[in-house]
């Protein structure tokens, strides 16, 4: 069993940064990449970035420019550092994980979610 656990949602104002962390446990051996989804109010949601174990990345054209993920193996963590926060990037954000790296290309939906961490981005 996996279990992702976000943390470091809150509010904050248009233009401003935000940082996410989520932390990895359980049988997360032959888990090869790891992302950040988000919901927001109204839309289908979508993938915003992926990273693989070997730290090759992929990002949504709605955030490529402001946000950063990264993946810290020894500590079994995943972090989502937002810069220049807009009032749609609004939503609930789930850490993923999923044992093909092939979906990195394409930002598919990935197989392992946490219960996700609201971030608010006030105009």
């Known amino acids: 069993q996996v279990q992702l656990v976000e943390s470091g949602g809150g509010l904050v104002q248009a233009g401003e940064s935000l940082s996410l962390s989520c932390i990895a446990a359980?049988?997360?051996?032959?888990?090869?990449?790891w992302g950040w989804y988000r919901q927001g109010p109204g839309d289908h949601g979508e993938l915003v970035a992926a990273?693989?174990?070997?730290?090759?990345?992929n990002y949504a054209d709605s955030v490529k420019g402001r946000f950063t993920i990264s993946r810290d193996s020894a500590k079994n963590m995943v972090y989502l550092k937002m810069n220049s926060l807009k009032p749609e990037d609004t939503a609930v954000y789930y850490c993923a994980a999923d044992p093909d790296i092939h979906k990195l290309a394409q930002l598919q939906a990935l197989d392992y979610w946490g219960r996700g961490t609201l971030v608010i981005v006030s105009s």
């Open positions: 359980g049988t997360i051996f032959g888990l090869n990449l």
């Open positions: 990273i693989t174990n070997g730290g090759r990345t």
